[in-house]
């Protein structure tokens, strides 16, 4: 689960702001609440949602999860692709970036922390902690040495040494501890495969314009497709089943990391907003199946209409993406971090993700984590107020991030109204065109 996470120097963020998943002292919804071991342990939020103005900086929080998570998982391979170094712009000298998360993994709670800029990473570090204390795991010195802490004084020196022969200045040593796959080699660093998994495996961050992976299990897992058109079916989309054609595609047509996925799991998936194409290997003959998925519409009596994806609405598109997340948090312990979650959809269907989320998950480690603009999720009779946050940008153009309950209110009080009247510095100031042209803006001469 994300307990903390915080941003220096990116994009909008200038100043380090955090995001903080641990819940107030209030007993509202407890179901919307993880509680980690006993009455003496901590508890988490299961989920959070922004609000803000366009261009306030909810997506840059988004893009900075998700910029973390592609530094560790997916490094750069090339000067070309460098670092994802996005400073904020309007500062007048070169800061460094600095990205930290705690998380737990495990039953083990992990922080992780990286600062770097255009050319190298500056710092690195991986701690485990507690309520009151931490242990360090490693330490990348600004000078590049890697110190263990973990290892006996002699094993701990030797490792140093050679490592810091082949470390690469503008890798994370995480990532390249598993690349080498270097806990399988070494005793008493399975701390860092832990680490990374949570990265690789846990941490799943949507794009308003991204494909949801899982929904190739609509092809290999029958339980999982029943969860969805059961799910699908409810919302209304007049929809009543999904299958899948097998088709032909010239070969050149599937992306390299699609096969490498194949290669490792056995599923792909690639294609567009109006077609999903799922990839597996074909256990008789080894070569690459590609199957498109169509909806089935119609009662029985009419036998059932076929319908490409392409003929579907973009709301029921969207749908595709966020169903099989939905049906993967009521199977696995993971966080989705979502942009926009309401693209697309009606208000009521965007209120019903989140009731099964927080009914059928009850007891788990699973978080959903989205900005929106659906006020109509701004209600205390489904979410806590401390599950709400707000972005708004200041005169110089800094995103700063609030959180509700930070703001004094009273326990009736209708949130949604108070937004809307501005009571949460959170809304978009828009000018009066009535009476002319907008200061700065002219006309190009004739």
Not at 112 to 141: A, C, H, N, Q
Request: aromatic share 10%.
């Amino acid at each position: 689960m994300l307990i903390r996470f915080s941003i220096r120097n990116f994009l909008s963020f200038l100043d380090e702001v955090e995001l903080s998943m641990l819940p107030s002292k209030s007993t509202a919804f407890p179901e919307n609440v993880y509680r980690v071991g006993g009455r003496s342990e901590y508890s988490v939020l299961k989920s959070a949602l922004f609000y803000g103005p366009n261009a306030s900086g909810k997506s840059n929080l988004i893009k900075a999860l998700g910029a973390l998570q592609e530094l560790v998982v997916v490094s750069p391979v090339s000067s070309q692709t460098g670092l994802p170094y996005q400073p904020f712009k309007p500062q007048k000298e070169a800061k460094t970036t600095q990205f930290e998360v705690e998380f737990k993994q495990n039953g083990k709670d992990f922080a992780y922390g990286v600062v770097f800029d255009r050319e190298r990473i500056v710092e690195e570090w991986l701690y485990r902690t507690g309520k009151e204390s931490e242990s360090p795991i490693f330490e990348r010195k600004e000078d590049g040495r890697i110190v263990f802490s973990t290892l006996n004084a002699q094993h701990a020196d030797d490792l140093e040494k050679s490592l810091n022969l082949m470390l690469a200045a503008s890798k994370p040593f995480l990532r390249q501890a598993a690349e080498s796959h270097l806990w399988e080699k070494i005793a008493g660093l399975e701390a860092l495969r832990e680490a990374y998994t949570w990265f690789s495996e846990k941490l799943v961050v949507i794009y308003p314009s991204a494909l949801c992976t899982p929904l190739g299990l609509l092809l290999t897992d029958q339980a999982f497709r029943n969860d969805f058109s059961e799910i699908l079916s409810a919302f209304d989309t007049g929809v009543k089943g999904i299958v899948s054609k097998k088709i032909r595609v010239d070969a050149g047509v599937i992306p390299d990391d699609v096969r490498n996925n194949v290669a490792r799991n056995e599923i792909g998936f690639f294609g567009n907003e109006a077609e999903r194409l799922i990839v597996v290997k074909n256990k008789d003959t080894g070569e690459l199946d590609v199957h498109k998925l169509q909806t089935i519409h119609g009662g029985e009596s009419s036998g059932g209409c076929l319908f490409d994806l392409s003929e579907e609405s973009d709301g029921t598109l969207r749908l595709f993406d966020l169903i099989p997340a939905l049906v993967d948090l009521f199977r696995e312990e993971r966080v989705y971090v979502v942009d926009e979650i309401e693209r697309s959809l009606h208000p009521e269907i965007t209120t019903r993700l989140f009731e099964l989320l927080h009914e059928k998950t009850a007891g788990r480690a699973v978080q959903l984590i989205a900005t929106t603009h659906e006020t109509e999720l701004m209600t205390v009779e489904l979410f806590r107020k401390d599950q709400f946050w707000f972005t708004q940008k200041t005169e110089g153009g800094q995103t700063t991030l609030t959180a509700l309950d930070q703001y004094i209110q009273r326990n009736d009080m209708d949130i949604r109204r108070g937004y809307l009247l501005g009571r949460f510095s959170a809304l978009p100031i828009i000018a009066d065109l009535s009476d002319g042209p907008v200061e700065g803006v002219g006309h190009a001469e004739d």
